[in-house]
Every structure is written in structure tokens, then in C-alpha cells.
């Protein structure tokens, strides 16, 4: 157990080593004890977390707001179109000033090819820690979420498969963040990792090769696949989710072209049935019903996304006492 985590930024977890991640996992979990047995533990009192926001949210905002407040603090919630950011407020500025009224930054900007150099820039320049809620790049509070619902449901995921694949989903070009950071961080753990996605739907490829090595390392599987139904054989946990063709056309209609070309990625019961009985279905959420996934698997026996979704509390509490503690 690493305890030594005070003023750590959480950019992605990669940053942080495997005994940093479990410790963690830990205090997650204890902190998940201690709410269902109604203990209270204010481990923040009157300390202040800013939450920046330049991109949407329910799960994310709704989170980390319960979370602080759980742990005796406060989260001050900033809408980036309400700031004096638009009127020149730069990186540095937001993070040498939000870090002088405040004990942590928290950050969600998915702007493609900026937001994670912003919260760089922030981070850079603040004297406490900062947190990503999301970027282009990374989505860590989710991996560390999901990472604790495969525990939770499956004990030690060593040796377990993971399907991480696109779906299809023509509303809005989400962000790659969320799978680039599953696929970094299921391998560590000793996870099978199958990414399955069609040609015009890469990852990074930097990310993907630091996945693979991540997999080398622990003795894992990693395999890059382009078939839908292919990825569901025999797979412990199917992660299937749409997002944009950032890495093959900056133009938006030309991307939804290419998301119509595959409107057959979509799971079904089928598809879980191929899987097995045993295996789960996770999505962070949201998700567009009867076209990512039917209503009948997200509802069904084999889902666990509430579970997902409630462990973005558990993990960002430990997040927050171990860092702004
Ligand atoms: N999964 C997730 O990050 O949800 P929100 O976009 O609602 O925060």
C-alpha cells in the first residue's frame, strides 16, 4: 500500500503506479463500507474543491459534488461559459488562482486536441492537486469506477477478458477518452483486453502501444479486432460504446457518415448470449438505447452499469481524501 499520495494530480492513471492504484481500490472500497453502514466520514472538512466544467455532465458533476460533501467538504461548481475564460483567463491564471481559494482543482474539457494540454497548463501552475474529470485524452475517475466494478463483481480480474468495442451511435461524436484510458489500465491488472472497433475508429496509437506493452508486462492478452460479433466469444466483460472517427476526419459530417457505415454494432441478446451467462455488460453511461445497446441487455440480468455509475462516488472519495487529505 502506497500512502504517500498528498498533492497528486490524477491526469490518468498511468501516471500513478499499480500499488498507488490499489491503494485506491482500498479505501474505495472502505469508504463504500462506511456509507451503507451510514458511518460518517468527513476526512475533508472545510476544504474546497473546485469543479470546472467546458463540457456536459450528470454522472461526473453529480459525483464529485455528493462525494465532497460526504467527506465534510464543499465543491463549487464553475461553468467554463460563466468565467472570464472566453474574455482571456489563461491556464496558468485558472490554476494559480483556483489553487490559491481552493484545496483541489477538478477539470472536464473534451475539446479535441485541448483539453488535456488545458489541464496541463493548469496543473502546471497550481499548488494543489488537479484532477481530470474527463479530457480528450483520459477519463481516470471512469476507469478507476469500472476497474472497481470488475473487482466487485468478479473478485481478482487477473486472467478475466475485456471487450472494449465500439458501437454505433450517430447523436454526437463522443470523446475516445473513456476506452483509451480502460485499455491502459485493465492489462496492469492482468486483464485479456480484445479492442475491437472498425478501420476508421482507431485509439492513439501511442496509447494503444503503451497498452500492449502494459499487457506484456503483466502477461496479459491484448488484441486489436474489426468484427462486432466476433469480440462477444466467450469475453468475462463486454464494454461497448460508441465514439468519434477523431483520428481519420476533423470534418463532423464526414465522421457521422462513417458511424452510419457500421449501424449494425449494437448489443443484443445475442450478442451477450455468445458472451456467456456469466459475462457482464458495462457502459459509463450515457447511452443511446436501441442503438448502442437494446433496452433489453442494459436492463437486463447480465448489466451492472448502475453499479458502474455508483463507483464513480467511491472512487473519486478515495481520490480526494488521499490527495487533498
Ligand atoms: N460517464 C460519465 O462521465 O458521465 P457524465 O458525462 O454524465 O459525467
Redesign the pocket.
Known sequence: MQTHLKGRDLIDLQEWTKDEIETLLDVAFELKRERALGRPHPLLRDKVLAMLFFF??????ASFEAGMAQLGGHAQFIESRTTQIAHGDTAKEIGEILGRYNDGIAIRHCDWGVGNEYIRGVAEASRVPVLNM?CDVY?PH?ALADLMTIVEHFGDPRGKTATISWAHDPSYLKPIS?PQSLVLLLPRFGMNVRLVHPPEFPLMSDIVEVARENARAAHAGFEVMDDFDAGFAGSDVIYAKSWGAMLTTTDESEDLRLINKYAGWMTDERHMKAAGEDAVFMH???ADRNVEVTDAVIDGPQSIVYDQAEN?LHGQKAVMALTMG
Open positions: 456536459s455532465s450528470t454522472r461526473t458533476r474527463q477519463h471512469q473513456a459509463p453511461l450515457p464513480r
